[in-house]
């Protein structure tokens, strides 16, 4: 919260908070924007979130999908703060595609984007899950490998498919995979995960024995914004 509060003190003009939730990062927008359109889908959160908003007279609250708003002025900056691990779950990637038509031509997107990474592990949990409790528990590997990073300032094709070659340095069983996101809230300022913001994920594979020096072959796949279900996992092998 301390980065997009930093974050939030440069914004300039015209801003749109888009899945406004709480109401907050707008509520901080306040003396730095010249007006702001706060968005919320959800009607009980909205119900909640309208009365706060109303009370300032530069916000602009509105009640539905973020897609199928027509905003009357264009945007300076851009928060939308729907973040998830690797993005899957929540829809940040389906709403900006859809709003940064309106986003100005040196116009900015808090947060700027996102680095996601992974890491061989041994898990006990055998569905996929959050690393937020004790479900969850592991150990790692292998080093942890950048295998993607994004710039919300673009449209981001959401049908992610990698392949991973992932290094091992430790003897066992490998039936997993770790995935980890840092946020860039801007380019100066990267939130690592949180049980809160972005807690990993731990994708269960199939078991492997594997030692020092072998290197796990992986296919990954997912719509962000499709959920966890659209996670597909195949072990391709070792080298
Ligand atoms: C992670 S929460 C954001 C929390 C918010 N930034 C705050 O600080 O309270 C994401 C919010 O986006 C909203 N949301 C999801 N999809 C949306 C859409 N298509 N249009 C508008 N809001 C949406 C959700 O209902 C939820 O309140």
Request: proline share 6%; glycine share 8%.
């Amino acid at each position: 919260m301390a980065g997009f509060y930093e974050a939030i003190k440069k914004v300039e003009g015209i801003v749109y908070d888009i899945g406004t939730g709480s109401g907050i990062l707008s509520a901080w927008a306040v003396p730095y924007a010249n007006f702001i359109y706060a968005v919320e889908a959800d009607s009980a959160v909205a119900n909640k979130t309208r009365p706060f908003l109303n009370g300032f007279k530069n916000i602009f609250f509105i009640e539905g999908d973020a897609r199928k708003v027509h905003f009357p002025q264009k945007a300076d900056f851009i928060i939308c703060e729907m973040l998830d691990t690797a993005l899957i779950d929540e829809e940040q990637v389906p709403v900006l595609n859809s709003v940064l038509k309106y986003l100005k031509k040196n116009g900015d997107v808090i947060p700027r984007g996102i680095i996601n990474a992974a890491e061989p592990v041994h898990m006990e949990a055998e569905h996929i899950c959050y690393q937020e409790n004790e479900s969850s528990l592991h150990y790692i590997m292998g080093p942890l490998k950048v295998y993607s990073q994004y710039d919300f300032r673009t449209p981001i094709n959401p049908l992610a498919d990698f392949q991973l070659h992932l290094k091992i340095d430790t003897n066992g069983i490998f039936n997993g995979l770790k995935i980890t996101s840092f946020t860039l809230i801007t380019p100066k300022i990267i939130c690592g995960p949180t049980p809160m913001l972005n807690p990993p994920l731990m994708i269960p594979t199939e078991k492997l024995r594997v030692k020092k020096g072998d290197v796990v072959k992986i296919k990954l796949s997912y719509q962000m914004g499709g959920g966890l279900n659209s996670v597909r996992i195949e072990t391709e092998g070792i080298s």
